[in-house]
């Protein structure tokens, strides 16, 4: 209508911050998810619950699990799944990423060493919340022997699903440093005993899992219409072309695969 100015809600990029210019795609999901109203509210639910009284009482974590679950059950996929996938090229790219869902509340636990695995399995298998989740996950990250990297075409994206289905579980996976894509749950195998191979076999669907390797991957290689298509849609359809123009000169020219 004449005389009526339409705006355009674009993230603009966070003071101090590495974004695009660096190659940083954890900042540039951050700030799509900011843009996004649903996706902001859930992510600003989980940032209180898990930050909370954390220096005086310790970590809610209850609380704070439950509010991950929502924000992935709630938030718009292509933003919450940007958030947790974000292809890195640097250290400090992949230190935001692995930092990303407060890994000191929701992923480690109280003490120091980390619990056996078989014991955080036990409990999700216990778990009405964490067991249905793992068993979707290995139903569908299973990996396919037929296909090259291990994940057929159309299974890339339930086990990317099923996957961000586990954060906020008693088996919540994180990425285990910021040099890699490595990811795991917070346990180990060392104390395992003649249960050894089951407590491997477990812990190898997260660290030796071809399909879930692969899903990740693809993710990172479709990184800019991901972004494109959410981002664009914030807006009305008169300034989605600027949206279009903006996020391709942010997130087209440096986009990195994790191999």
Do not use: K, M
Not at 14 to 30: F, H, T, Y
Not at 133 to 150: I, K, N, V, Y
């Amino acid at each position: 209508h004449a005389g009526r100015t339409e705006t355009c809600s674009l993230p603009a990029p966070l003071p101090g911050s590495v974004s695009s210019a660096g190659g940083n795609r954890c900042v540039d999901a951050a700030e799509a998810c900011t843009a996004d109203a649903q996706c902001q509210r859930l992510r600003s639910e989980y940032v209180a619950q898990c930050l909370s009284r954390a220096a005086q009482e310790g970590c809610p974590r209850a609380r704070c699990r439950r509010a991950l679950r929502r924000f992935f059950a709630r938030g718009p996929p292509a933003l919450t799944h940007a958030l947790l996938f974000c292809p890195c090229a640097g250290s400090a790219c992949a230190e935001r990423r692995r930092q990303t869902f407060v890994p000191s509340c929701a992923f480690s636990g109280p003490g120091p060493a980390p619990p056996s695995c078989l014991e955080s399995l036990n409990f999700c298998q216990r778990s009405r919340v964490c067991r249905p989740r793992l068993l979707a996950f290995q139903a569908s990250c299973t990996p396919a022997p037929s296909a090259p990297d291990g994940c057929l075409r159309d299974q890339r994206a339930r086990c990317l699903r099923a996957y961000a289905g586990l954060v906020g579980t008693a088996i919540t996976p994180n990425y285990v440093d910021n040099v890699s894509a490595r990811v795991a749950p917070w346990c180990d195998c060392g104390a395992s005993g003649n249960r050894r191979e089951d407590c491997e076999a477990f812990r190898g669907l997260f660290t030796r899992n071809r399909c879930l390797d692969g899903a990740i991957q693809a993710f990172a290689r479709g990184w800019p219409p991901v972004l494109l298509d959410q981002t664009a849609s914030l807006c009305h359809p008169d300034c989605s072309a600027v949206a279009r123009s903006w996020l391709t000169a942010t997130s087209t020219s440096q986009v990195q695969v994790i191999l």
